[in-house]
């Protein structure tokens, strides 16, 4: 019959304990910096994301007023600056096509809202994601003619 053996209860040796701390201290040295990219690379892309929806929610709350039957520009982009503001997204671009004052009822306005994201970054300099962030909503102007 087969008896386990046991393991014995003297202690390593003060060599074997600091060479495995060693390669332990090694290891770490060469994950972490992969680990703490892809931790910052997932939080910058959250932040896109984020403020991707923000900007058309923005774009959606811009066409809403745009369409009102005594709408104008300078009001769209007081709306749209007041809500991604409100938000913590400074800097947006404008544009509405066309004039909401100039627009007869059943005609289609569309509000874009843009912004760079080197703006909206949290990376000091970002390598991964540039150009703009950019959201468009279209809505038919009210009214009868």
């Given amino acids: 019959m087969l008896v386990p053996r046991r393991q ?6 003060r060599n074997q304990c600091s060479s495995q701390r060693g390669v332990a201290a090694v290891e770490f040295a060469i994950v972490a910096p992969v680990f703490f990219l892809l931790v910052i690379g997932f939080i ?5 994301l984020m403020v991707q929806q923000i900007l058309t929610n923005a774009s959606r709350v811009g066409a809403r007023e745009a369409i009102g039957l005594h709408s104008t520009t300078a009001k769209v982009e007081e709306m749209v600056t007041e809500y991604a503001e409100g ?12 004039s909401p004052a100039t627009a007869k009822a059943g005609d289609e306005i569309t509000v874009t809202v843009s912004v760079p994201y080197a703006d909206v970054t949290w990376v000091p ?3 991964f994601m540039t150009g703009d962030l950019e959201a468009e909503s279209t809505m038919r102007k009210e009214g009868f003619e």
């Fill in 87 to 98: 938000a913590s997204v400074a800097g947006i671009n404008i544009e509405i096509s066309p």
């Fill in 44 to 48: 910058e892309l959250g932040r896109g």
């Fill in 8 to 13: 014995s209860l003297v202690p390593r040796s």
């Fill in 125 to 127: 300099s970002p390598w």
